[in-house]
């Protein structure tokens, strides 16, 4: 099995196994809330499990990505900087670190993402105005379809 001398407190098929676990979790609770919601609906148990498999595959990636060089950057804080010697500056590096590292993997993903299949609004809005497109879309048709489940719920 591959050891990286940076990540030996957790080995690699160890950690892909928790990010594969952690991440199939959190894309059925995304899939499910997002079907009750009315924001994207599942239209049969084949396309929700497929669609399972592929974001948690595409998550353990990114997951991955994201664990590697945060393991690095505790591996050095734990030689340079230990637990009890300098622990205020250690948070303060450790955390602005895997800030960092989290905007320059998220931003090397989507660029990415985009390559390989495509955003259908320009990625400038994809960047900049996200959350604001997605809150747009809960305020508006999300909500007037969850409304509609809803109502056809209580009228059978």
Known sequence: MYHNKHIQSLP?????????????????V???YRHLMGIYLIENA???????MLSSLIGTIAGF???????YVIHRLNKQFRWGEKTILRICIQFV????????ISTLLTLLSELVFGYNEPL??????RDDFSRSQYFTGGHSRRMD????????
């Open 12 to 28: 690699v098929k160890q950690l892909l196994w928790l990010l594969s676990g952690a991440s199939a979790v959190i894309q059925a």
């Open 30 to 32: 995304i899939m499910s």
């Open 46 to 52: 084949v396309t929700f499990w497929a669609t399972i």
């Open 65 to 71: 990505a994201l664990a590697v060089p945060d393991m």
């Open 97 to 104: 670190s895997t800030i960092i590292i989290a905007i320059v």
């Open 124 to 129: 400038v809005d994809v960047f900049i105005r």
């Open 149 to 156: 489940v809803f109502q056809g719920e209580q009228a059978k």
